[in-house]
């Protein structure tokens, strides 16, 4: 059992299964936002330094994390509907072996869906893109439509696509208040890349950032 999260650690619920506690997040920091916007660039190349879990779970929260009460989160969502869904491929981060986990934000926690480093399979389905094999870790974030579509219709589709600029634009200045880098990656086959992933076809991947300690 642990903590359900929110900002003032108030409610606790438990959850069953193979769910990994992250540490809870850093609400402050040395870097300006404006000292992150003046550094945010796409970083395609790191080190083989492996990834900590501390900075797992804050570049998972600038994500998708909650911010406050009402299960509210750090990017905006039209109709506060959370088409989103945020997944970690893992090859090299301290506190979890190599695998594929499931977000859940509403926990502040990942589940664990997949055993084994599918980063090279990742990468094929990407045009080979080196920055998917090299990066220790893989942010993806994929979308339901539906959920937004249910009340607004084609224009739904429209919303999602927003969202993801702010969930992505999110996780670039946390990483440089991390000292990391990473990049946007769209260029990739949509149904190669739910193969590997396991997902059902009506969940849609949006975008993969690698991530890790920039070697550039
Ligand atoms: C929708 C979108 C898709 C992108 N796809 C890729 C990609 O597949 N591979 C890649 O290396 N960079 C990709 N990028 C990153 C852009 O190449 C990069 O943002 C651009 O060159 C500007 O550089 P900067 O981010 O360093 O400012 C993508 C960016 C966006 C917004």
Known sequence: MFTRFSNKQTTQKSIAG??????????????????????????????????????????????????????????????????LEIYLLVGKAEGLS???????????????????????????AALNQEAIKEAPVVIVITAIYQRTKRKYGQRGEQYVHMEVGSATQNVYLQAISLGLGTVFIGAFYDDQVQAVLGLPKEEIPLCLMPVGDPAE
Not at 61 to 69: E, F, M, S, Y
């Open 98 to 124: 190599a695998g594929l986990y499931h977000y859940l934000p509403e926990y502040h926690a990942l589940k664990i869906i997949q055993a084994g480093d599918k980063r090279v399979a990742l990468s094929e």
């Open 18 to 83: 193979e769910e990994i506690p992250l540490p809870e997040v850093k609400k402050d920091s040395h870097t300006s936002i404006e000292k992150a916007l003046l550094e945010r660039r796409s970083v395609r190349s790191y080190t083989d330094q492996a990834i900590e879990l501390v900075e797992v779970g804050q570049l998972l929260w600038a994500a998708q994390g909650v911010n406050r009460t009402g299960g509210y989160r750090t990017a905006p969502s039209a109709g506060a509907l959370y088409p």
